[in-house]
């Protein structure tokens, strides 16, 4: 039996090597000068003259991007009332980072065994989501697997009922399983409730919502716009250069493909955001690659999207750290540098996010001081990175959220996903307690009372 391949087995074209010195590419940053990617990789590196993280050069990167941070947000610090309702786990993609799938065909009638995965319908999305609003959310997230029988829309699902090839398209009908999804068309309308903001479908989701057709994405993000969708999060990207990802999603949409779905959103009038998921096989040549493409699209999308979130790579319970492709995540300096290189080199992007689901509390206000700007949201449930081992919990009140950001020293904002809508709030003035007021039904009262709240203790789900 051969042996399992490992990280010391991969041999990538693209390597952490310049011909630049790490004193020029940290005069540049200071300077505000465009970065070129062997400036980010000597930056996120601390320089490719040694081995290892050079600890004093690495808060000299630190602190100019905490610099550069105060220039283009000054000292607020944001974050939204928002649920995570993710609708199905059902996919057969097979990513080697994700633990948050559970194999379609468990979730097929004829399956003799309980799945341990769901699929909601669109009527439950939309009583889940109601029940939310009414605690004073106004944002919806939804990333979900890619289940066989979701279709866009009822013209797209007679397509796929009527294809010569259905499993070369990744489709089942509904009634092979014991709950129908619906098309996203109709999760989409379900979720739409009361004005909250539905924020969804990935790339890797617009991909799977146009298979067996010649449409573009531009119509399918059109005809989901239409039915509610509001902004894409840019999620599904990982690490854009190919050479990565068909080590770690083979199955998955390309680099090119999930460009061009994203500029397809921009075409149908929608905003996003843009992430990276770091901390596995890549190297840092691979995550300053990643960067640029990145800045290159939002220069060619003219400021659409909104914001930067680094995704910091939780590896227990996921395959590459089962078959032993890596040994564990990201460490501690290459969060920070991480958070610090972007905010340096993607210059035409105003926000950067530290998330305290990936980082916890203490870890998530110390990139607000290298670099990140804002700090997520109350989440009401997250699913992803606690099936992956995350540790942090899935829920965060507005009284949390003021009492951290003000404990550094930065003022507290609730703001709008597209940053439109501000709230400063004044601890003495405002409260507590300082629930949310942006939304519809948001007067200012705690999303959730203290013996209601999810529980933050470390979890055996998988992501």
Known sequence: MDRPVTQADLDFEHVPETDQSFENALEKARDGDRLTVDDGVELLTTGTDGDGIDRRRKELVLEAADRRRAEVVGEEVTFIANLNNNVTTACNVGCLFCNFKDAAHTFE??????????????????????????????????????????????????????HPFPKAVNYKPPETYDTDPGTYVEQMSAMSVDGVHVHSMTPEEAYHARRGTDWSYEEVYSRLR??????????????????????????????????????????????????????????????????????????????AITEFVPLSFIHQNTPLFEHGVVSGGASQDEDELMIAVARLFLDNVDHIQSSW?????EGGLKMLNCGADDFMGTILSEEITKRAG?????????????????SIGRVPVER???????????????????????????????ILEESSAPTRAPTEADD
């Open 390 to 406: 995350g540790e942090y919990g899935e829920f965060r009140s507005f009284d949390d959220y003021v009492e951290m950001i003000t």
């Open 357 to 361: 689901v990936k980082y916890g509390d």
């Open 226 to 303: 239409d039915a509610g969708l509001d902004t894409v999060p840019g999620t599904a990207a990982e690490i854009l250069v190919d050479e990565v990802r068909e080590v770690i999603c083979p199955g998955k949409i390309s680099t090119d493909g999930w460009l061009e779905a994203m500029e397809g959103a921009a075409a149908a009038g929608l905003g996003m955001t843009s992430t990276i998921m770091y901390g596995h096989v890549e190297n840092e040549m691979h995550r300053v690659m990643h960067l640029e493409r990145l800045r290159e699209l939002q220069d060619r999308l003219d400021g």
């Open 109 to 162: 009638s004829e399956y003799d065994e309980e799945t341990v995965g769901f699929t909601k319908t669109p009527a439950e999305s939309r009583e889940i989501v109601r029940d939310a609003v009414e605690r004073g959310i106004y944002e919806v997230t939804s990333v979900s697997g890619l289940h066989p029988a979701f279709a866009l829309d009822d013209e797209h699902l007679e397509m796929l009922e009527d």
């Open 416 to 446: 709008s996903t597209d940053y439109e809508k501000r709230r400063v709030i004044d601890p003495d003035a405002d409260g507590p307690p300082f629930g949310p007021r942006l939304g519809p039904k948001a007067d200012g009262t705690p």
